[in-house]
Structure formats: structure tokens, C-alpha cells
């Protein structure tokens, strides 16, 4: 919206020319979205604790996680905000993938939004214990936006149904129909994947950033023919203004950091999980880096790896392999001290991030 206005002035003063520039839209959205933050956070945390919308007592982690039952959750809602309004404000309305990401934002977001009060309700005594909705629907809700995600994604205009192979240039099988599938899988697995995640103060919002930041260059380069044919890696034709929103989604999340470091004033909830984890798999699928998501957001797929292993080691073998799953409970029934976990999976994080990035060199 101000984009509109603003560029618009270019024909009276050369100076607003500055706003057509992708990079200084970046910007803008970037340090939008964390003075949001920043000023609605505090808002929101007062509030909430007024409305009682705390985290309650769970009976699926450590002992020592009993004092943070009267927590704010739901910060997601402000995560959410802060993400779309900068990307309104300053990216091109009508570009195609923007709406696509925002629409994954926001359905996965009502889904989370959806688990969160059903938990509230529990918390108040009118339910059963610390559950949301069933696991079942939830899933089930999950393929349905993330099959109309991949659909929205799969039949625009002459979209590569391609497989980008990290590290193989020359590897790139043509998945056709079978990438609508491909991608359901991508979407719901990453939106869970990073619900897992978050079970310690700020140990979700840590990777989620590094992601982000590699997704905004990779995003930047991709959607730049020139970047793009001298990198040997897939041009999107549409691509240009995601990273206004891959700036939104990095300072709102820097935003929500500060609020969410040990210990926490508020937690996101499933609200925030699960639509970040769906928005950042709808970002891989359209710039064809679904592989590079493994790669960067590897903390994710080893706490969601550590759930499956723990279940089928129990049903198969009546054993289970880590004292608690998902594993940052594992360290933590270790003796770990909380903020020690947190800093070391951030490392991991970013080590991970730069093996990401290596990606555009080795090939």
C-alpha cells in the first residue's frame, strides 16, 4: 500500500525511485515488522495474562516446566501480524506468490489458532487435560489447505515441476503430478515438524530465523535471471517480492524473540508453529529449493525424526531410545541446563544454514 503511494512520487521527485528497488523494500518491511513487534508484544502480553490465555500445566514434558504453566501463549497471533502488515505495506499486491504464502501463513495459522483455544478451554477445566483438537483432524485439516497450496502453486502459469538435488546439478527428475503430492508432504511435515520444535523458550524462533535469512537471499538470487543463469539454479518467474515477506517473517520473528528468550514472557503456541513451519515449505516449493529446506531446517527434522524413532522403537521393541521426545527433552532429563540447549541448537542452526548456502557453489 505505501509502496503504491510512495513510488508513485517518483515522477515529482527522482529521490522516491529508491522504492522500486526490491532491496530497499526489504529493508523496510524488515525494520517494520520488528518495531510491530516490539510495540504490540508488550500490548499483547498484558493483555493476555488479563484474559488468563496462559500455557497450563502438560503432562508430555519435564518437571522443571511446571513454572512456566502461567505463561502467555499465542504469540503467534503477534508473529502473524507483524509478518503481514509490513508485507501490505511494501511489497507489489499483485504479485501472485505473495497471496499464496500469506494464505499458507494465515490457514495454517487458524488451524494453530484453532489447537490453542481448545487448549485454553482444557486449561479452564471444561475439556480433557492440556489436548487441542485431535490429532486426527488436525491432520486432516492440514493436507486439505496444504493440497489447495500446492494446487495454487502447482497450475500457475507454467510452473517446473522440476526437483532441484542439492550438491547435483545435472540431477533434476520431472516429478509432474506427483510434485502436488511431493509438496502436500513438504508443507504439513514442516508446519509439525516445527510445532515439535517449540517446547523450550525461544528454541523454535532461533532456527526459524536462520531459515529465513537463507531463504531471503536464495529467494533474492532465484528470482533474478542473471543470479539465477550464472548459479545454474532455477529462475521463478514471479518470485521478485517474496523477499519482502522473508523480511517481515525475519523481523517479526527477531521481534518475537526478544520477548520469547529465557525466560519467556510469551510462547507462540501452535498458532505460530505451525503457520511458520507452512509458511517457510510454501517459500521452498515456489523458489524449488524443497531439499534446501531439509538442509537449513535441520533442527526441525531431527526433533521430528527423534518422535518417530521414539514411537516405533516403543510399539516394536517395548524400548524407548531417548528418555523424552521430542530430543531437547531428551537433554534435558540429561541434567542440560535449558539455556545451554537452546544456544546449542541455535549453532546447529546456523552451521546447518551455511551448509545450505554452500549449496550454490558445490554442485
Given at each position: 500500500?505505501l509502496?503504491?503511494?510512495?513510488?508513485?512520487?517518483?515522477?515529482?521527485?527522482?529521490?522516491?525511485?529508491?522504492?522500486?528497488?526490491?532491496?530497499?523494500?526489504?529493508?523496510?518491511?524488515?525494520?517494520?515488522?520488528?518495531?510491530?513487534?516490539?510495540?504490540?508484544?508488550?500490548?499483547?502480553i498484558r493483555?493476555?495474562?488479563?484474559?488468563?490465555?496462559?500455557?497450563?500445566?502438560?503432562?508430555?514434558?519435564?518437571?522443571?516446566?511446571?513454572?512456566?504453566?502461567?505463561?502467555?501463549?499465542?504469540?503467534?497471533?503477534?508473529?502473524?501480524?507483524?509478518?503481514i502488515?509490513?508485507?501490505?505495506?511494501?511489497?507489489?499486491?499483485?504479485?501472485?506468490?505473495?497471496?499464496?504464502v500469506?494464505?499458507?501463513?494465515?490457514?495454517?495459522?487458524?488451524?494453530?489458532?484453532?489447537?490453542?483455544?481448545?487448549?485454553?478451554?482444557?486449561?479452564?477445566?471444561?475439556?480433557?487435560?492440556?489436548?487441542?483438537?485431535?490429532?486426527?483432524?488436525?491432520?486432516?485439516?492440514?493436507?486439505?489447505?496444504a493440497?489447495?497450496?500446492?494446487?495454487?502453486?502447482?497450475?500457475?502459469?507454467?510452473?517446473?515441476?522440476?526437483?532441484?538435488?542439492?550438491?547435483?546439478k545435472?540431477?533434476?527428475?520431472?516429478?509432474?503430478?506427483?510434485?502436488?503430492?511431493?509438496?502436500?508432504?513438504?508443507?504439513?511435515?514442516?508446519?509439525?515438524?516445527?510445532?515439535?520444535?517449540?517446547?523450550?523458550?525461544?528454541?523454535?524462533?532461533?532456527?526459524?530465523?536462520?531459515?529465513?535469512?537463507?531463504?531471503?537471499?536464495?529467494?533474492?538470487?532465484?528470482?533474478?535471471?542473471?543470479?539465477a543463469?550464472?548459479?545454474?539454479?532455477?529462475?521463478?518467474?514471479?518470485?521478485?517480492?517474496?523477499?519482502?515477506?522473508?523480511?517481515?517473517?525475519?523481523?517479526?520473528?527477531?521481534g518475537?524473540?526478544?520477548?520469547?528468550?529465557?525466560?519467556?514472557?510469551?510462547?507462540?503456541?501452535?498458532?505460530?508453529s505451525?503457520s511458520?513451519?507452512?509458511?517457510?515449505?510454501?517459500?521452498?516449493?515456489?523458489?524449488?529449493?524443497?531439499?534446501?529446506?531439509?538442509?537449513?531446517?535441520?533442527?526441525?527434522?531431527?526433533?521430528?525424526?527423534?518422535?518417530?524413532?521414539?514411537?516405533?522403537?516403543?510399539?516394536?521393541?517395548?524400548?524407548?531410545?531417548?528418555k523424552?521426545?521430542?530430543i531437547?527433552?531428551?537433554?534435558?532429563?540429561?541434567?542440560?541446563?535449558?539455556?545451554?540447549?537452546?544456544?546449542?541448537?541455535?549453532?546447529?542452526?546456523i552451521?546447518?544454514?551455511?551448509?545450505?548456502?554452500?549449496?550454490?557453489?558445490?554442485?
Amino acid at each position: 500500500m505505501l509502496y503504491y503511494v510512495l513510488y508513485s512520487l517518483h515522477l515529482k521527485l527522482s529521490f522516491f525511485n529508491v522504492f522500486r528497488y526490491i532491496t530497499f523494500r526489504t529493508v523496510l518491511s524488515t525494520l517494520s515488522a520488528l518495531i510491530i513487534g516490539f510495540i504490540l508484544t508488550p500490548f499483547i502480553i498484558r493483555k493476555f495474562r488479563e484474559w488468563k490465555i496462559k500455557s497450563g500445566k502438560r503432562e508430555d514434558v519435564p518437571e522443571r516446566h511446571e513454572a512456566k504453566k502461567e505463561t502467555p501463549t499465542m504469540g503467534g497471533f503477534v508473529i502473524l501480524i507483524s509478518t503481514i502488515i509490513p508485507t501490505l505495506l511494501w511489497a507489489d499486491l499483485t504479485n501472485y506468490y505473495i497471496w499464496v504464502v500469506v494464505f499458507a501463513l494465515l490457514s495454517f495459522g487458524g488451524i494453530g489458532f484453532a489447537d490453542d483455544i481448545q487448549k485454553l478451554k482444557a486449561n479452564d477445566g471444561k475439556g480433557n487435560g492440556n489436548k487441542g483438537i485431535s490429532g486426527k483432524m488436525k491432520m486432516f485439516l492440514q493436507t486439505c489447505f496444504a493440497l489447495i497450496i500446492s494446487g495454487l502453486i502447482y497450475f500457475h502459469g507454467d510452473f517446473n515441476t522440476q526437483l532441484t538435488v542439492p550438491f547435483f546439478k545435472n540431477v533434476t527428475p520431472h516429478l509432474g503430478y506427483f510434485y502436488i503430492l511431493l509438496c502436500v508432504f513438504i508443507i504439513v511435515g514442516s508446519s509439525n515438524s516445527v510445532n515439535l520444535t517449540d517446547g523450550l523458550d525461544g528454541l523454535a524462533i532461533g532456527p526459524v530465523l536462520t531459515v529465513t535469512m537463507t531463504f531471503l537471499l536464495f529467494v533474492y538470487l532465484v528470482s533474478n535471471i542473471r543470479f539465477a543463469q550464472y548459479l545454474q539454479i532455477f529462475y521463478v518467474r514471479g518470485a521478485s517480492e517474496l523477499p519482502i515477506l522473508c523480511g517481515a517473517m525475519l523481523g517479526a520473528g527477531i521481534g518475537f524473540l526478544w520477548y520469547n528468550t529465557y525466560p519467556a514472557e510469551l510462547f507462540m503456541g501452535d498458532t505460530g508453529s505451525l503457520s511458520l513451519g507452512a509458511g517457510l515449505a510454501t517459500i521452498a516449493v515456489i523458489i524449488k529449493q524443497e531439499f534446501l529446506l531439509v538442509i537449513a531446517g535441520g533442527i526441525f527434522v531431527m526433533e521430528a525424526l527423534s518422535v518417530i524413532i521414539q514411537v516405533y522403537s516403543f510399539k516394536l521393541r517395548g524400548k524407548r531410545v531417548f528418555k523424552m521426545a521430542p530430543i531437547h527433552h531428551h537433554f534435558e532429563l540429561k541434567g542440560w541446563n535449558e539455556g545451554k540447549i537452546v544456544v546449542r541448537f541455535w549453532i546447529i542452526s546456523i552451521i546447518l544454514a551455511l551448509v545450505a548456502l554452500s549449496t550454490l557453489k558445490l554442485r
